[in-house]
């Protein structure tokens, strides 16, 4: 079983940046890939960044491609989001979600076996 807490959401001006952080439990953390995922009001949940379970590997969504970094730090049992160039499109709740037997990156939700209970990020234009 593993227990996720996203912290670090918040509101902030276009342009400008936040790092969310994903703090886990449980003692095989680094044996789990991890991604973030959000939701905007109405919408679905989308797939933002991903990481392998030795960071090794990392994957984005084309939206964030060049604005956000996914990082992990496996002493820590965190995974983050730095978010910079913020748009007002990024506003959403963000979810982080870990995998089991993660060498690999996933996008798709229904790949992950655990999920936070989400932060909001809000961008004003």
């Known amino acids: 079983q593993v227990q996720l807490v996203e912290s670090g959401g918040g509101l902030v001006q276009a342009g400008g940046s936040l790092r969310l952080s994903c703090a886990a439990s449980?003692?095989?953390?680094?044996?789990?890939?991890m991604g973030w995922f959000r939701q905007a009001p109405g919408k679905e949940r989308e797939f933002v960044a991903a990481?392998?379970?030795?960071?090794?590997?990392?994957y984005y969504a084309n939206s964030v491609k060049g604005r956000f970094t996914i990082s992990r730090d496996n002493a820590k049992n965190t995974v983050y989001l730095q978010m910079n160039s913020l748009k007002p499109e990024d506003t959403a709740v963000y979810y982080c979600?870990?995998?089991?037997?993660?060498?690999?990156?996933?996008?798709?939700?229904?790949?992950?076996?655990?999920w936070g209970q989400g932060t909001q990020v809000t961008v004003s234009s």
């Open positions: 979600g870990a995998r089991s037997g993660g060498r690999s990156v996933f996008s798709l939700s229904s790949s992950y076996n655990y």
């Open positions: 449980g003692r095989t953390f680094s044996s789990y890939a």
């Open positions: 990481i392998s379970w030795s960071g090794s590997n990392t």
